[in-house]
């Protein structure tokens, strides 16, 4: 009797793989899960629709109806943009179906909410920029007098800012 071939293991990944390889098939199921057989219309939608719409707009799912060749994109948008968006349905569906390849959707559905209403409705289709409040120029010259002793001067300026947030931080409270 012949022995059998001893088993070699097979190393399958050589150093760090990219975190995008971990999730790209949980995202695709969460997608496929909505409508979205193609992931690019949710994550190139500025893209796609162009920056203005997609300020005020949000993919939330993709209908198929029974027995009819394609589908109904509903898309989020506040009451007062709706209108407006009304008008240019045409342009936007040949926009997303030039992504698809074909004629996936056939009927783009508006479904408005306020700003602040139900549960798709809640998060703020534009997030401002956090800004910290600026150190006053006696809190920028007590902490550049404090970094004095260094003499690399991109080290010195980074420590000097540091220095300015410490103690303005440290005087609010």
Do not use: C
Not at 39 to 61: F, K, N, Q, S, Y
């Amino acid at each position: 009797m012949a022995k059998a071939p001893a088993k070699t293991f097979k190393r399958h990944m050589r150093g760090f793989a990219q975190t995008a390889k971990f999730v790209t098939a949980d995202i695709r199921k969460a997608s496929e899960k909505r409508g979205f057989a193609e992931m690019r219309v949710l994550t190139h939608w500025a893209e796609i629709v162009g920056d203005e719409t997609a300020a005020v707009t949000r993919p939330v799912d993709v209908k198929f109806g029974r027995g009819s060749f394609g589908a109904t994109l509903r898309v989020l948008t506040t009451g007062a943009h709706a209108p407006m968006l009304e008008m240019q349905k045409e342009q936007l569906r040949e926009r997303i179906n030039a992504v698809y390849g074909y004629a996936a959707i056939t009927r783009i559905q508006f479904t408005q909410t306020a700003p602040t209403g139900f549960a798709e409705g809640q998060a703020d289709f534009n997030h401002a920029p956090k800004t910290r409040p600026q150190p006053a120029p006696a809190q920028r010259e007590a902490a550049a007098s404090l970094a004095e002793g260094i003499t690399d001067p991109a080290l010195k300026a980074a420590l000097s800012r540091l220095g300015a947030h410490v103690i303005h931080k440290s005087e609010r409270g």
